[in-house]
């Protein structure tokens, strides 16, 4: 089972990834934790590129630069650890390349969502967890800002709203969650939505 934390940075995503790991850890469950862009070297790579590089990278060579990474994550550590029936959380995945490089960077929605398809396969998150928070609540919590933070704030207003988009396209698997309460209250409610799901004969 693939979980994935969505959201602008600084909504809270490895804070619950790391509290729901915890908990299932706890609990006897394999936990697999994973971040994109980045995990296995190659992707590292590209993540440095992509978050500190040349502020130059054009939105087409953004877009296949992360479903690069992507590929590499998929191929190397997200299909045969969910294979040997272990719970991956991943930080961010596709929607980011959705929220971010189509709806914006304005990139074409069919294109963007073809190429992440191509680097995805047939994997698919079980449940999207997208934290939502206030565009100045994201960058006050988050501090320094990188490559793609220096977008600036009419930008992640359109990442936001995208993000909003995919969850009411996709609403069995994408669930949107209030980002501005405790890391407890948060907490709570995503265990609500993961409990159902767990596979049985994993736990103690
Ligand atoms: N629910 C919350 N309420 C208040 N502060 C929070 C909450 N969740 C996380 N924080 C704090 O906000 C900051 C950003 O949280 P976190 O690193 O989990 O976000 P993120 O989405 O992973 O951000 P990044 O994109 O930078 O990795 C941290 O200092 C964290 O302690
Ligand atoms: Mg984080």
Redesign the pocket.
Known sequence: MLITFE?L???????QLHRLADRLQRLGYRVTIVREPGTTPLSERLRHLLLEGPTDIVPLAELFLFNAARAQLVETVLRPTLEAGTIVLCDRFADSTTAYQGYGRGLPLELVLTCNRIAVGEIEPTLTFFLDVPVELAIQ??GIPDRMERAGPAFFERVRQGYWEIARREPQRVIPID?T???DA?HAEIWEHVRPHLPLEQAL
């Not at 940075?9 to 804070?15: A, L, R």
């Open positions: 959201g940075d600084g909504c809270g995503k490895s804070t919590r988050h980002g309460r405790s890391p948060i």
